[in-house]
């Protein structure tokens, strides 16, 4: 999937890329190219939790612990962030699941996250239409992607069957 080349931080932020990278302990990491369904899906989380009140933003990048910037397709603050590239974990990060991700990526990514301290982690997958929460370590499959007395998303809103 990715090509991982080494670059100094400084180099790192300061270069723009055809396509948004992370940057992973001096890596820099190219990101799965996203499908009409990934942008669908991308575009109606956002819509949600911006209905819900939640400051949304769609690939913002986050400055991380340990020199890791990381891009969520989707991610919501209870508050305005304060710089650019926020280094105060959001409320909630979603990840959509691109065709050419790897599942021990993915995993790796979800765990950065949580050490960063986001609360809510979500991973949708277009592929085998499902839905997943990761917490404690884990990712569990859900039909309900919840923030307790904001949002209630169900499988059935982002998959919705063809007529």
């Not at 932020?13 to 820099?28: C, N």
């Not at 997958?125 to 917490?135: A, G, K, L, M, R």
């Not at 919840?146 to 499988?155: D, F, K, V, W």
Request: hydrophobic fraction near 35%.
């Amino acid at each position: 999937m990715a090509t991982k080349v080494m670059v100094p931080l400084a180099d790192y932020l300061s270069t723009s890329y055809e396509h948004d990278r992370e940057y992973v302990h001096g890596e820099v990491v190219e990101r799965g190219m996203p499908t009409y369904t990934h942008a669908r899906l991308q575009g109606e989380i956002y819509f949600r939790l911006r209905m819900a009140g939640l400051i949304a933003a769609t690939e913002l990048r986050l400055a991380m612990t340990g020199g890791v910037y990381r891009i969520p397709d989707v991610c919501a603050f209870l508050n305005e962030p304060q710089t650019e590239v926020p280094s105060d974990p959001p409320l909630v990060v979603v990840e959509i699941v691109s065709p050419d991700d790897r599942y021990s990526e993915l995993k790796a990514k979800l765990r950065e996250y949580q050490e960063f301290g986001v609360p809510h982690i979500w991973v949708v997958d277009p592929q085998d239409q499902t839905c997943s929460v990761f917490e404690t370590g884990r990712l569990t499959e859900v039909d309900v992607l919840q923030l307790e007395g904001r949002l209630t998303l169900t499988r059935q809103e982002l998959f919705p069957k063809a007529e």
